[in-house]
């Protein structure tokens, strides 16, 4: 499934749950439906209006990757 | 609605007070507030706590009795509104909706929180249930990161600058350095804000507000009665409060929030005033770029300005529409559940003339904007001279 980023941001200072992954990258993707989703970015860093891929979801988080 | 006013405010310091807990800090503001408001415990009708974690940050419920058996008041209705950081604003909210509907002549609202016995870590973990749990958050979504991209979406859509958002940071400081009761009284340049250690880019420390303790208390009394009780009594002219999504990503626009929008809307309609005519206010600062946005939502400046205008001075002390002078949730602090409280407390200690260096020449009507979460809760209350 593809989308593009409506926004996003790299987080350096998080909860004890997300410590081991700073930093990184959280998006509001919107999806080709129109549906939002909050998920994370994976690879490399996305910017506002990309179009990324969703590549999985675990535990209902989607993770997306920048599509080539 | 009957008229209400506020007949008496009560703080303590803000900042970090290793040796102090939920109890003492609330007995402090609430003993500091009867005696401004020249009222005896058993004057009290009803008691508002407004707490945002108590049971999380202190491990103790069941706070609104808790607080006011503490402060003497016995028997009478106590109850704790959460709202996450519009708690207290809430409280006071319904107080005031209490007073004016006839119910009472007399109630306390109290602010409180303890947060700094918890770490870092921790506090970001408790502030963060104060979103979707099921959806952001669970993606590794923090407060900071919220607004982080509520910033970057803003700078995309607008123009938006990092230097602007410093800009309210740095007048806020300066706000801060002046007040005795505030926690960072801190002077800080442009150039420091700008190479904060990152939190959430685009934000910096020094765009985030402040983990502090610390209590605010106010009496409401009807109209009527106010000058029984004070010879100073400021005039709640209009209140409201609205809601909307807990996430972001249920939002269609981030860039502007329309809890406030509707909140203001309605606030202004009850007290027939127009955003031109409110002299000065305390805005909820959680991070820069929410004073940004609730200048633009309030209708102080045009859609997209708000960056730009904080960077000229528009609210500065000595600029067209003052804003923070207390020094706002960036320098003052933010005790989450007492900045809805302390928000009035500021705004009266104002009209009353009683601001010291930070008084303003013209303060006769001010606002006070609480925003709870990512925007979810808003109150927006008017205050002006009776």
Request: aromatic share 6%.
């Amino acid at each position: 499934m593809m989308g593009a980023v409506y926004t996003e941001t790299v987080v350096y200072s998080a909860p004890p749950a997300f410590e081991k992954d700073v930093p990184y990258q959280v998006a509001i993707v919107t999806l080709e439906s129109g549906e939002r989703v909050t998920g994370r970015v994976e690879g490399a860093r996305v910017s506002i209006d990309d179009r990324v891929v969703l590549t999985e979801t675990r535990d209902g988080v989607p993770f997306f990757r920048k599509s080539e | 609605m009957r008229p209400v006013a506020v007949v008496g405010a009560g703080k303590t310091r803000f900042g970090a007070f290793p040796d102090r807990d939920l109890l003492s800090l609330s007995v402090e503001a609430g003993e500091k507030c009867l005696q401004n408001a020249h009222v005896s415990p058993f004057q009290v009708e009803a008691f508002y706590l407004g707490n945002f974690a108590g049971p999380s940050f202190v491990g103790q419920n069941h706070l609104a009795p808790y607080v006011s058996n503490a402060l003497q008041i016995h028997d009478v209705p106590a109850t704790r509104i959460e709202a996450a950081c519009a708690s207290s604003g809430s409280a006071f909210f319904h107080a005031v909706s209490a007073v004016g509907a006839g119910l009472y002549d007399v109630v306390m609202v109290l602010g409180v929180e303890k947060m700094t016995s918890q770490s870092t870590a921790r506090v970001t973990e408790i502030l963060a249930s104060a979103g979707d749990c099921g959806g952001e958050m669970k993606a590794g979504s923090t407060f900071p990161s919220l607004f982080a991209m509520i910033a970057r979406r803003h700078m995309h859509d607008f123009g938006t600058k990092r230097e602007h958002l410093a800009a309210v940071s740095v007048k806020n400081h300066a706000n801060g350095a002046l007040n005795p009761d505030a926690h960072l009284r801190k002077v800080i340049t442009l150039e420091q804000a700008l190479a904060g250690k990152m939190v959430a880019d685009p934000l910096t420390v020094y765009d985030c507000s402040l983990i502090s303790d610390g209590a605010a208390a106010v009496i409401v009394a009807a109209g009527d009665r106010a000058r029984d009780f004070s010879d100073k009594p400021v005039g709640v002219l209009g209140i409201a409060q609205a809601s909307d999504h807990l996430a972001l990503d249920q939002k269609s626009d981030i860039t502007t929030f329309s809890a406030v929008k509707s909140a203001a809307r309605k606030a202004y309609e009850m007290a027939g005033v127009h955003p031109a005519d409110i002299q000065f206010g305390e805005l909820h600062d959680c991070f820069t770029i929410a004073e940004i946005i609730a200048l633009e939502d309030l209708g102080f400046v045009p859609r997209g300005q708000g960056g730009p205008c904080s960077a000229a001075g528009f609210t500065a002390r000595g600029g067209a529409k003052p804003m923070n002078t207390s020094g706002g949730l960036k320098s003052k602090g933010h005790p989450v559940g007492a900045t809805g409280v302390a928000q009035i407390c500021d705004v009266v200690q104002q009209i009353r003339g009683e601001a010291g260096e930070r008084q303003l020449a013209r303060h006769s009507l001010g606002l006070a904007q609480n925003l709870g979460g990512s925007g979810a809760t808003c109150v927006v209350s008017i205050l002006g001279e009776l």
